[in-house]
């Protein structure tokens, strides 16, 4: 494990951006003083784009393999993550979602090498 | 925030911590394994414990490590990294009327040590804001002492995976668990049908677009899924106007 070697610029700097990105989406509407109010189309559409940005980054995740769709239904990717997603809505809680997930990934993942 | 004395001497900064306390588990999983994912990602010590002070955003940290893996250009990382996180645009919206007391130092730093989870405690301990600045400033204390339990919890266990990664073989996949944790998110967020929808059209859309360069499929899904709901949404007010 290298502590320092290999630290560069490129990584620093978007680990800055991110901390940037962290401070005006978590304070937006904390910076003004004065009272004002988004349009109300913006506002209609801000409530869509998290669950749309989550959506594309988890799913192809899972089904995709190196860029392509998986060509087997023996892979523990999926099956962890329909577990997890079941779970979560039985205990609402993602603690239970990650546990139960790891439970039916790990065995098909280490024993079998889904 | 939690080191003034203003509100760690306030007794509802304690009722915070106990309130935040019964979820810290589930933070320090997510923490832990957000902390192996970075160095799995073949980020250095260096440079995943930075990542850990200072962007403090799980979600978006685990979004953004599989992009910069792939080499994808820093404003696309940022730009979805900015996308993970709209949702706290919403919440700091919500979380205004609360904090507007404040001066807007503290409260920008507030806001950025309120996390998914201190926000909906908080929320749902205090529905409405005070009337009064005393109960102003007990919410405040509330809230110092959830996003306390949060902040430490989370900084603790992400350094233990940050250095315990060796002894956890790749070979398990645990990274797997990353993958799990927005699994979880994407569950919560899918609270009504529509929503359902956004994320059927985004995750479609960003699959058949793959192998779009510069990891554009996530910019692209997300544009078609918010444009599509909207839409969506307007023809289902528009029909229920109607009907009524």
Known sequence: MSFFEGTDVWTLGVILGLTLVTLVTRGFFL??????S???WAQRGLQFAPIAAMAAVVLPEIVLVQ???LTTWMDARWM????GAAVYFWRKNVFYTILAGMLTYLPLHILLAW | MFYKAKNYRHPAFLEGLRDALPQTPGVAAWGLMTG?????SGMNVLESVLMTLMVYAGSS??????????????WVVLATGFCVNLRFVVFSLHMRPYLLHLPR??????????ADLSYVLFIRRFTKPGHTLLDKEMQSAFLAGSTCAVWVTWMVASFFGILLVNIIPSAWGLGFAGTLCLVGILCSLATNRLRILTATVAAITAIAAYHLPLKLNIVMAIAVAVVMSMSLERFENKSQGRGA
């Open chain 2, 61 to 74: 940290q685990l979004a953004a490590l599989p992009l910069m893996m792939a080499g994808a250009p820093a």
């Open chain 2, 105 to 114: 130092l503290e409260r920008v730093l507030q806001g950025y040590l309120t």
């Open chain 1, 31 to 36: 910076y003004s003083s004065q009272e004002w």
């Open chain 1, 38 to 40: 988004l349009p109300s």
């Open chain 1, 67 to 69: 860029g392509q769709f």
């Open chain 1, 80 to 83: 962890g993550a329909v577990v």
């Open chain 2, 36 to 40: 192996v994912a970075m160095v799995n």
